[in-house]
């Protein structure tokens, strides 16, 4: 397997993207500030290792991601890079004591707001093609409408209600008739949200945060057999759940953004025995693992700099032995009806 296989995201949307892509997270100063030095680096290593997916957000950096994407996409080509961006926050000025900077630091002069109405999205869309400096984003997504970003489950269903019933979707559904964008959809960090939006839309695809991994595959009861049925392609993001899987099964280590509990510390440490015997880390069958299933199209693992980069590469286009797959089936540290990264392979 290697970074720059290209891959269709769907057959109706005429997307190619690669098996890895490019998560714009960090370069929106994400827990610590980057450099810009360090965040076209990394952009630029990126591009240099065959990535072309690149994925940001207004919400990240509020803005200050987008805008370093602008510098990568000068640099390297617009036409050479599929982009995804994000609606759903919009960023307006406020005084210094007003900004609401999440996770992020070191970030410009804005709060967010919360909009996932028709004027909403369509001026969450025209802003980041500004803070870009481009005429179209590929793919754009709903952003955060889960009940783990919005706090709870009611919370969530009121955000789903108002992309719907205020005309959010329709705005989605126009600026995808019109070329203006080729691909619609959301990234979240549950799957349930999106299954739900399934059933009310009609959308391409969804960049899903830490749902299908290693220790997760709860996935595969409904939602990803739907995906497959439907040709609705899969960005897969949080492919460690949020650090366990890279760390292993060390003291304070990150599961779900949360220390993680001693039941999935005890999993982690086994299926690290079996990557272990088959001369594995952990990290790189955490990465591959997803890939497995025909529905993930794509991994977007995070990266802070060309270095990480580049481990990122040599994790994905490292060989893993078949036998490890089948050991950890067989171990029932992964679920019998999870597909195999050699089995999606040689299907193909």
């Known amino acids: 397997m290697r970074v720059s296989d290209p891959v269709s995201l ?15 997270a960090p370069l929106g100063n994400l827990y610590r500030a980057l450099s810009d030095a360090d965040a076209q680096g990394a952009f630029s290593a990126a591009f240099d290792a065959g990535i072309r997916l690149f994925d940001t957000a207004p919400q990240y950096g509020l803005g200050r991601s987008e805008m370093r994407f602008a510098e990568g996409l000068a640099r390297h080509g617009r036409d050479n890079i599929v982009l995804s961006s994000k609606v759903g926050r919009l960023l307006l000025d406020c005084a210094p004591e007003e900004v609401t900077p999440e ?26 093609l500004a803070r870009l400096r481009t005429d179209r984003i590929d793919i754009l997504l709903v952003h955060d409408v889960c009940a783990f970003s919005q706090g709870s489950q009611a919370a969530s269903d009121a955000r789903v209600r108002e992309l719907f019933d205020q005309g959010g979707y329709r705005a989605l559904i126009e600026l995808r008739e019109a070329g203006q964008v080729k691909a619609i959809g959301a990234g979240v960090n549950e799957w349930q949200v999106c299954e739900r939006l399934l059933g009310l839309g009609d959308f ?38 949020s650090g366990i899987l890279a760390t292993g099964a060390v003291p304070g280590a990150k599961y779900n953004y949360a220390e993680a509990p001693p039941e999935i510390l005890d999993r982690v440490a086994r299926i690290e025995a079996v990557c272990a015997a088959h001369d594995t ?30 481990q990122n590469v040599a994790l994905l286009e490292r060989a893993i032995p078949p036998a490890l ?3 950890l089936r067989g171990a029932g540290l992964i679920r019998p009806d999870a597909p195999l990264p050699e089995e999606t392979i040689h299907a193909a």
């Not at 996770?103 to 980041?128: L, N, T």
């Not at 709860?218 to 960005?235: N, Q, W, Y």
């Not at 955490?286 to 580049?310: D, I, K, N, Y």
């Open 204 to 241: 391409d695809c969804f960049l899903l945060a830490g749902r299908y991994t290693l220790l997760e595959q709860e996935a595969l009861d409904s939602f990803l057999p739907l995906c497959v049925d439907r040709d609705v392609g899969i960005i897969l993001g949080g492919p460690y759940n």
């Open 10 to 24: 769907t057959d109706r949307t005429g997307l190619a993207v690669t098996r890895m892509g490019f998560g714009g």
């Open 281 to 310: 880390p952990l990290i790189a069958a955490a990465l591959q693992f997803v890939l497995g299933h025909p529905a993930v199209r794509t991994v977007v693992p995070g990266a802070t700099s060309a270095a990480e980069v580049a």
């Open 325 to 327: 797959w089948t050991d």
């Open 103 to 128: 996770a992020f630091v070191d970030v410009p002069q804005k709060r967010i707001q919360f909009d996932y109405s028709y004027d909403g999205v369509m001026r969450s869309h025209a802003e980041s």
